[in-house]
């Protein structure tokens, strides 16, 4: 094994990184999957809960939902990139910086 | 050269009942154009625009070849772009030509069922980010064999990732190339070969000449010029109705055919079981496809990577949420009357009392979104759109072109054939040749398949890419345990099973062979050989004790550290 990986693998800011991210994106990709499945589901057995109007007019359920599923998928990865380039690459460059 | 324009119901009825046919299997809407076409009257306005883009376009290549000199320039633009300009190149190759038509043309038909389509397409994007993207920019370099092959042996692994790419990129060209054929005769009036020469011909040019540079601008100009354009029209569409959604949606549903039906799920999903499966050969394919995964080499490290996925999901989505607009808007512009209490659109104006006929458009559903542009903006801006439109096939083309060279000069000739022992002049070259054939092959084959029911190509090329390429991708990322034994055996039942099953089902034997039944009940087997790849992959790992093999794990180490960390990994330019 390479010798900086060696060193980089003892070092418990490493198993933090790797632990810490791990989680979080396997949480995240979970959620989507939650989210997607779940509108794909209701389309399967919810037609009429999709279909149902909401209040008076003809805009039902089903509209904002399909936005919402949509807009998720944006949120989403806006929170991992916020973290992951933020405090994730942080703790990354400390451990490269100890390597060296 | 112009053949008459024919604008007689029978024909229009009969494109849409070829559309109605397809639609349970129209699920890669957003890669192919299908169904009966009629060519339309010259539009010389969109073919002046489009020579305009071919032009700028052209001027951009040329800036490209004279700073296209190294092999990393020219398959990964020599890692200088940037996370937004990655993020609407990849939004780019997701935008096209179909799925800007053929998603408002489904909305337009079938009404919230549009909307299905789109979340599907949508999904893969975060997974991408989450599991893979920093990952892959970690640890290749040109190709995402060059990331399933990190610690396996080369000859085995690389031969099957080009395999797998090439499959791949050859069905998704073919659907490319017949929609260009059909677009080009309802967009700009013009006859089928022009369009396929024009592709191929101009595809060649931009990939041999700019590289990855050009290839990506082309597809960032291109994706600026289809988000303004989407952007005004569903701008025009909310303003005729005061902003509101719902005053859009109620005077949608007082003039479609189906009333109140559109504004729920319809038939759509008949079967859960081949929509879950939809649902992940899309997911999957999306992470496997050979042409996106080379734009995470593009740019500069990880922090960039993740920044192309999170602009391109939110570019995709917001490009979706526009064309479900612009479908509905269609339904009130195409389907009710305009100012004068005409129907400019329909090809006959419905009698007193009936709402008019879905089908009863002048070119078919695909067109809903043209003549939509034509309402809001005039004939200009129908020029525009239309000339958008047919750019988008030829941006999509050019990445595809470009990651089929890569495969067979960086992948087959490069580590397998010459075994490394090759200089970059040589691959490039290689690569440009590559470039050629590819290119005079899909005109080929874009005249071959004129005729034929194209659909399912796309659906094929998502399902090889969902289950060959992703698998190995994945595991070789995250699973220590995995031989090159495990990832041969395991990509080559993905791949054989995923193509066995489409042709025994019903998009190739009973639409394509006219068979009266498939042999094999799903439309979308990827449930089926994505799970086969996966267990075929383990299976054979864990039974592979070979001296090898107990090295390949022992590497792994090293690998995982480089995938997490970017230790080593390739930097922005090489010069």
């Known amino acids: 094994m390479n010798q900086n990986a060696q060193r980089i693998v003892n070092n418990p800011k490493f198993q933090e990184l790797v632990t810490k991210r791990s989680a979080f994106a396997w949480t995240l990709s979970i959620a989507m999957l939650v989210i997607y499945f779940g509108f794909i589901l209701l389309v399967a057995f919810g037609k009429e809960f999709l279909g149902t109007p909401i209040g008076s007019g003809v805009t039902t359920w089903g509209m904002p939902i399909g936005v919402v599923t949509i807009l998720s998928a944006f949120i989403l990865t806006g929170i991992y990139v916020y973290r992951a380039n933020g405090e994730f690459d942080e703790l990354n460059r400390q451990i490269l910086e100890e390597t060296k | 050269m112009r053949a008459v324009t024919t604008r007689i119901a029978s024909t229009a009825a009969a494109s849409a009942a070829a559309a109605g046919a397809l639609l349970p299997i129209s699920a890669y809407a957003a890669g192919a154009v299908d169904g009966a076409v009629q060519k339309q009257a010259t539009n010389v306005s969109a073919i002046v625009m489009f020579l305009v883009f071919v032009l700028f376009t052209l001027g951009i290549t040329y800036w490209a070849a004279r700073r296209t000199k190294s092999a990393k320039d020219f398959y990964a633009a020599g890692g200088g772009i940037t996370g937004f300009q990655n993020g609407l190149a990849i939004a780019g190759d997701y935008m096209s030509a179909a799925s800007f038509l053929g998603i408002a043309g489904l909305v337009y038909a079938n009404g919230f069922d549009g909307l299905i389509y789109s979340v599907g397409f949508l999904v893969g994007w975060p997974i991408v980010l989450f599991l893979i993207a920093e990952r892959l920019r970690n640890l290749g370099k040109y190709t995402f064999a060059d990331v399933a092959s990190y610690r396996f042996k080369q000859t085995p692994i690389r031969t099957l990732s080009a395999c797998g790419s090439l499959a791949t990129v050859t069905f998704y060209l073919i659907a490319q190339m017949v929609g260009a054929g059909k677009l080009i005769q309802l967009l700009f009036g013009l006859d089928y070969m022009f369009a396929v020469i024009i592709v191929g011909v101009l595809m060649i040019g931009y990939v041999t000449f700019g590289g990855m540079l050009a290839t990506t601008w082309v597809q960032i100009i291109k994706a600026v010029l289809l988000l303004s354009g989407a952007s005004f029209m569903a701008f025009m569409i909310l303003a005729k109705f005061g902003f509101s959604p719902e005053a859009m949606f109620k005077a949608a549903v007082d003039v479609h055919p189906k009333g109140v ?43 960039e990577a993740r920044k192309s996925v999170f602009y391109a999901t939110g570019l995709i989505g917001y490009f979706y949420i526009l064309t479900f607009i612009i479908g509905f808007g269609a339904i009130v512009l195409i389907l009710g009357k305009d100012a004068n209490g005409a129907y400019p ?49 030829l941006a999509v083309v050019a990445g595809l072109t470009l990651a089929g060279a890569s495969a067979v000069s960086h992948d087959l000739y490069a580590s397998v054939f010459a075994r490394g022992r090759v200089n970059e002049a040589d691959e490039i070259r290689v690569s440009k040749i590559t470039t050629v054939v590819i290119g005079i092959v899909s005109i080929v084959l874009g005249v071959a398949f004129e005729n034929q029911n194209v659909a399912f190509m796309v659906g094929l090329a998502f399902a090889i890419a969902a289950s060959t390429n992703f698998p190995i991708l994945l595991m070789s990322m995250f699973w220590g345990k995995m031989t090159t034994r495990g990832a041969v055996m395991g990509g080559a039942i993905g791949l054989i099973s995923a193509c066995v099953m489409i042709a025994l089902g019903p998009t190739v034997w009973k639409a394509v062979l006219g068979h009266p039944t498939a042999i094999v009940g799903y439309a979308n087997p990827g449930v089926f050989s994505i799970i086969l790849a996966f267990a075929g992959i383990w299976f054979f790992s864990i039974t592979d004790n070979s001296a090898q093999a107990q090295k390949e794990r022992r590497d792994f180490e090293d690998q995982y550290v480089r995938s997490q960390t970017g230790l080593g990994a390739e930097g922005a330019s090489a010069h």
């Open chain 2, 261 to 303: 039906a559109i504004m729920s799920p319809g038939a759509f999903v008949s079967d859960p079981v081949d929509t879950i499966s939809l649902g992940l050969t899309l997911m999957f394919g999306t992470a496997g496809l050979p042409h996106i995964l080379m734009r995470f080499f593009t740019v500069s490290d990880a922090k």
């Open chain 2, 345 to 393: 659109f329909l090809t006959a104006a419905p009698a007193e009392g009936i709402k008019a006929a879905v089908a009863s458009v002048i070119g078919g559903t695909n067109m809903a979104a043209i003549h939509t542009a034509h309402a809001v903006g005039g004939d200009l801006f129908f020029g525009f759109i239309s000339a958008v439109a047919f750019a988008t096939i």
